[in-house]
T-cell receptor, first 115, second 115 residues
Framework: DTGVSQDPRHKITKRGQNVTFRCDPI?????LYWYRQTLGQGPEFLTYFQNEAQLEKSRLLSDRFSAERPKGSFSTLEIQRTEQGDSAMYLC?????????????FGPGTRLTVL | AQKVTQAQTEISVVEKEDVTLDCVYETRDTTYYLFWYKQPPSGELVFLIR??????QNEISGRYSWNFQKSTSSFNFTITASQVVDSAVYFCALSERAAGNKLTFGGGTRVLVKP
């Protein structure tokens, strides 16, 4: 296992379309986080899972956004009815339980462009 | 609420010069962690260092060193003898144990090392 992977790396879509991104965390990591990063800014927290349970969602995560982690392994982030303001880099990170080490390891990101 | 401020937006140095990046944070939690991440032009966030709130001992790791001072809520990071490969955006981040260890990032400091 070489690290966190994300698919696709780039996605161009038209406004109003739905898109889905996938994240595969490091295999022994039970925590999985989603962040969004716009140009020139630091990443912003969206949501996180511990195993299959979604424990927190940011106010940034409107009702057009949904995330799942059905078997506690990979996770998907879906954006419905995309808007131009959704254009950003979507980053996934994973970590061991908070009681142990909690540095988060990031994937390469999915860059979304909404036309 | 947690907040991280990186006042320097861009620093330009000549190779072999030292460069210090400033970070100031705000938190109400007594147990928290501070991080530095590097984001090279390829875009992937790379974990560099972590410090917990109970350990103010400053350390050196290779060409990296950090200065953690709770009294001033600062967590500064120094790259000694900079190299061209150090050119990247550097992010300071904070996580609170009470907040699920999600990361709050600063706005980042772009470091340009010229040969």
């Amino acid at each position: 296992d070489t690290g966190v992977s994300q698919d696709p790396r780039h996605k161009i879509t038209k406004r109003g379309q739905n898109v889905t991104f996938r994240c595969d965390p490091i295999s022994e990591h039970n925590r999985l986080y989603w962040y969004r990063q716009t140009l020139g800014q630091g990443p912003e927290f969206l949501t996180y899972f511990q195993n299959e349970a979604q424990l927190e969602k940011s106010r940034l995560l409107s009702d057009r956004f949904s995330a799942e982690r059905p078997k506690g392994s990979f996770s998907t982030l879906e954006i419905q009815r995309t808007e131009q303001g959704d254009s950003a880099m979507y980053l996934c990170a994973s970590s061991l339980p908070a009681s142990a080490h909690n540095e988060q390891f990031f994937g390469p990101g999915t860059r979304l462009t909404v036309l | 609420a947690q907040k991280v401020t990186q006042a320097q937006t861009e620093i330009s140095v000549v190779e072999k010069e030292d460069v210090t990046l400033d970070c100031v944070y705000e938190t109400r939690d007594t147990t928290y962690y501070l991080f530095w991440y590097k984001q090279p032009p390829s875009g992937e966030l790379v974990f560099l260092i972590r410090r917990n709130s109970f350990d103010e001992q400053n350390e050196i790791s290779g060409r990296y060193s950090w200065n953690f001072q709770k009294s001033t809520s600062s967590f500064n990071f120094t790259i000694t003898a900079s190299q061209v490969v150090d050119s990247a955006v550097y992010f300071c981040a904070l996580s609170e144990r009470a907040a699920g260890n999600k990361l709050t990032f600063g706005g980042g400091t772009r470091v340009l090392v010229k040969p």
